[in-house]
């Protein structure tokens, strides 16, 4: 594969068999990737005391649990969140109702909050490895236990840092929302990845080639810009055993995850000034059969929020991406930050 790096002035257009869709890599609206930086950094988080912080719990919708369990120094809660999407108060939903306008289904599932720290100052990326696992590890055991119903089809795992990245709360959380359907991007994914399993009997994400698109590497997982990157900067953490659901990772591969997801941080808050981000945890259906497992290889999408998407975006479903993916792999992978620090 010729890949294009620095210094290609022509645009190209890309497509990776994850998502399936034409990404347009267009380097002549940029400047040079190093002077990409945040311009509008998410907010300092201002010392005022919040219903997240510790003492205030009374202030906040009721709590599922925390970590450790029954403890008043707890260190996470995983609590409701006060204006879910979804009612988890309606009855297990009817099947859907077709109409001519369109599908209906009752608005039942669970919409959760994960408070990542007691202390309002610090965010996920000062925590130590250790901690960002418990955070980790707060995820699956909450989607275990979405997992014993029939009715929640897929739980979405996401973080909104900074209020133009959507975060409400300067306060770290992270959301969880247990869904009684499968999202269109997850059916678009699952099926991207199972054309390209029938054709090449292998998983597509378990034979992504690094090479000029790796940043870091940890005993089980690769931090990455893929390879059709939508987002400038986008970054991808990827386990490098194959496994189809995020919610099976154990407690020593936790561990690993945070350290590389502190470092990936780190560098892109260096590099890129701050920047407000998203990251998404990509996994397969809760209640899936055993074929999808072979081809759906779950991974965290981090997306720092650099360019807003307007109506070239909506109108087409094509994303332009100024920053070609080689590029921004190396302007993370040069800078050195200490994993533990
Ligand atoms: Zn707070
Ligand atoms: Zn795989």
């Known amino acids: 594969m010729a890949s294009s790096s620095s210094g290609n002035p022509n645009p190209e257009l890309r497509k990776d068999p994850v998502w ?3 990404v347009i890599f267009s380097p ?4 040079r990737p190093s002077d990409f930086k945040s311009k509008s950094p998410a907010d300092p988080n201002p010392n005022t005391t919040c219903p997240f912080c510790i003492g205030h719990e009374h202030e906040c919708a009721p709590e599922i649990f925390r970590v450790p369990p029954d403890d008043p120094n707890w260190t996470i809660r995983v609590i409701q969140n006060l204006y879910p999407a979804l009612s988890r108060d309606l009855p297990d939903p009817d099947p859907v109702t077709h109409t001519s306008a369109g599908s209906v289904l009752a608005g039942f599932g669970f919409h959760d909050v994960v408070i990542e720290t007691p202390v309002h100052s610090v965010q996920l990326v ?3 490895p250790e901690e960002i696992a418990q955070v980790f590890v707060s995820y699956t055991k909450r989607i275990q236990q979405f997992a014993t119903r029939d009715s929640i089809k897929y739980v979405q795992v996401f973080k909104n840092h900074g209020a133009s990245a959507g975060a409400s709360m300067s306060h770290s959380h992270s959301q969880m929302l247990a869904l009684p359907v499968i999202p269109p991007s997850v059916s678009v994914r699952l099926g991207s990845m199972k054309d390209y399993f029938d054709k090449m009997r292998k998983c597509c994400i378990c034979e992504i080639q690094c090479e000029d698109l790796l940043i870091d590497s940890s005993t089980y997982f ?6 059709a990157a ?4 986008e970054i991808w953490i990827v386990p490098r055993y194959h496994s189809a659901h995020f919610h099976e990772l154990d407690a020593e591969k936790a561990v690993d995850l945070g350290g590389l997801l502190k470092q990936t941080l780190r560098k892109m808050s260096v ?4 920047p407000p981000f998203n990251f998404m945890i990509h996994t397969s259906p809760l209640h899936d059969h055993g074929s999808e497992l072979a081809y759906s290889h779950w991974f965290i999408q981090i997306v720092p929020q650099l360019i807003g998407i307007a109506g070239f975006e909506i ?4 994303y332009i991406n100024p920053v070609f993916p080689e590029d921004a792999a190396k302007v993370l992978r040069d800078v050195n930050v200490s994993k533990s620090g």
């Open 315 to 318: 109108g087409t479903g094509c």
């Open 222 to 227: 690769l931090s990455l810009v893929p390879f």
């Open 28 to 31: 002549a609206r940029a400047k």
């Open 230 to 233: 939508a987002f400038p900067f």
């Open 126 to 128: 000062d925590l130590s």
């Open 20 to 22: 399936n869709r034409w």
């Open 271 to 274: 590099q890129l000034n701050n």
